[in-house]
């Protein structure tokens, strides 16, 4: 936490935060709702600061966001129900065109590298529209490959100019909202992502019945093009030059010391304003609307190169390695059942066709709505009840709770999915539940004998 004089209590591990005010005697910034809240990061004093936006402002930027997620997740999911069709047609076989979309979602995580530092140096903004727009030529370009190397290329730059979607939207909530406020916003965001994946199949079994599998391509690339013109219209940029980056306490001053006070804001890394002031207080002149479609602003001044290196340093962290793991295990398993479901299902005994095939991907849609909307907006409210059981102090791991259930019935669900298909058992699989629960408890002999 820092203090007024600018310095930051070294013995507090970071991500532990201050949340709750229990005793009231903190003289920082509250929620104006729940008023023994902190807010944190503690916001600047300009109405030009991300946190400082109105609920209409934040909710518009959290729209132009959902757009991006949406058309740019159901880009890269949209052939799963019609991988079949297209191994007829194209003569790529079914193996290269799941080995490119496997490049395709390697690069989606490596391409995070290169252009979450540029956003964060030279802005969002132009990040989210040029990635939209590549991803709108990718798209065009995929119904034309032929060769294994052409599909392999296509889907390699579609991840890497797609990657904004796995990590950008989260900084652009954390700009713009508090760190109480941040797990409704992230699960919102969550649901987005997950979702536009779980549709895209749906919607395209549908297309290619009707118009052919080219147009399942051609359709996610028109979505990209109205998502372009909804973000260069609507979409602010969120990079904002603040100095506060945890608590600040702020040390009540007699009216007769107006310089003492213009110090003590000062030394507590609130901007000097850019405009004039009166009285002591602070006047900021709030964007036009045309200032805030600038694609180019004044950089932020981070040290590009070391954004870049940071992330492999990271990997020495325990902490660190399991979220990357258990996040990719979650990621591993939606992706395997996505990618077979095609094949499995428009095979005998099923021989569904891709529309039905599509079908299948509503239960997912549901479990991620749930999923997303339990660990969202609960997840906020027991990190609040746990910070209020610890004096106010909230720690990261507080969260994690939330996964039991994930990592329960995640493993189970996939084992179903895989015992099934290898059985030609019915889809509703009445009978494969007989052998999860042998396959269940034989584990749980193994593990508990052992």
């Known amino acids: 936490m820092a203090t007024i004089h600018g310095e930051v209590d070294t013995s507090v591990v970071p991500g532990t935060t201050h949340l709750v005010d229990l005793d009231g005697n903190l003289n920082t910034n509250h929620d104006e709702r729940l008023k023994d809240i902190v807010l944190v990061p503690t916001p600047s004093a300009d109405p030009e600061d991300p946190l400082n936006w109105s609920?209409?402002?934040?909710?518009?930027?959290?729209?132009?966001?959902?757009?991006?997620c949406t058309f740019v997740g159901i880009a890269s999911a949209a052939i799963y129900s019609v991988l079949v069709p297209m191994t007829v047609d194209t003569g790529l076989s079914l193996a290269d065109l799941n080995?490119?979309?496997?490049?395709?979602?390697?690069?989606?995580?490596?391409?995070?590298?290169?252009?979450?530092?540029?956003?964060?140096?030279?802005?969002?903004?132009?990040?989210?529209?040029?990635?939209?727009?590549?991803?709108?030529?990718?798209?065009?370009?995929?119904?034309?490959?032929?060769?294994?190397?052409?599909?392999?290329?296509?889907?390699?730059?579609?991840?890497?100019?797609g990657s904004p979607i796995e990590s950008l939207c989260e900084i652009s909530v954390a700009d713009m909202y508090f760190a109480h406020e941040r797990g409704k916003y992230m699960g919102l965001y969550a649901l987005c992502l997950l979702g536009s994946n779980i549709l895209a199949p749906i919607f395209s079994g549908f297309i290619y019945d009707g118009m052919g599998w080219r147009w399942v391509l051609y359709w996610p690339a028109i979505g990209c093009g109205f998502g372009f013109l909804v973000l260069f219209f609507l979409m602010e940029e969120t990079n904002f030059n603040r100095h506060t980056v945890g608590?600040?306490?702020?040390?009540?001053?007699?009216?007769?010391?107006?310089?003492e006070s213009a110090d003590q804001e000062k030394m507590a890394g609130i901007p000097e304003p850019s405009a004039t002031a009166?009285?002591?207080?602070?006047?900021?002149?709030?964007?036009?609307?045309?200032?805030?479609?600038?694609?180019?602003?004044?950089?932020?001044?981070?040290?590009?190169?070391?954004?870049?290196?940071?992330?492999?340093?990271?990997?020495?962290?325990?902490?660190?390695?399991?979220?990357?793991f258990s996040y990719g295990c979650t990621v591993m398993w939606a992706l395997l059942s996505s990618a077979t479901s095609s094949l499995i299902l428009s095979s005998p005994?099923?021989?569904?066709?891709?529309?039905?095939?599509?079908?299948?991907?509503?239960?997912?849609?549901?479990?991620c709505l749930a999923g997303s909307m339990f660990s969202g907006f609960v997840g906020n409210w027991l990190v609040l009840k746990l910070a209020r059981q610890n004096n106010g102090i909230v720690e990261t791991e507080n969260r994690l709770w939330l996964f039991l259930f994930a990592a329960i019935a995640y493993p189970f669900g996939f084992i179903l999915w895989g015992v099934g298909a290898a059985?030609?058992?019915?889809?509703?699989?009445?009978?494969?539940?007989?052998?999860?629960?042998?396959?269940?408890?034989?584990?749980?002999?193994?593990?508990?004998?052992?």
């Open 99 to 161: 080995a490119g979309t496997g490049y395709m979602f390697l690069f989606f995580g490596w391409g995070c590298v290169i252009w979450q530092p540029l956003a964060l140096k030279y802005g969002k903004r132009p990040v989210y529209l040029f990635s939209m727009v590549a991803t709108l030529a990718i798209q065009m370009w995929s119904p034309y490959c032929k060769t294994s190397g052409q599909w392999f290329a296509n889907k390699i730059l579609q991840g890497f100019f």
């Open 349 to 367: 005994p099923y021989n569904f066709k891709a529309s039905i095939v599509g079908l299948f991907s509503v239960a997912s849609l549901l479990g």
């Open 247 to 259: 608590i600040v306490e702020f040390v009540a001053s007699s009216s007769s010391s107006a310089k």
């Open 423 to 450: 059985h030609d058992i019915h889809y509703l699989g009445g009978e494969a539940m007989i052998t999860v629960i042998v396959i269940r408890n034989t584990m749980g002999f193994a593990v508990t004998y052992a």
């Open 55 to 68: 609920s209409r402002r934040k909710s518009l930027h959290m729209f132009c966001i959902f757009i991006y």
């Open 278 to 324: 009166i009285n002591t207080h602070n006047v900021y002149h709030e964007k036009s609307y045309w200032q805030k479609l600038s694609l180019l602003g004044k950089p932020q001044p981070n040290n590009l190169f070391t954004m870049i290196k940071r992330p492999f340093t990271f990997v020495s962290l325990p902490v660190i390695v399991y979220c990357g």
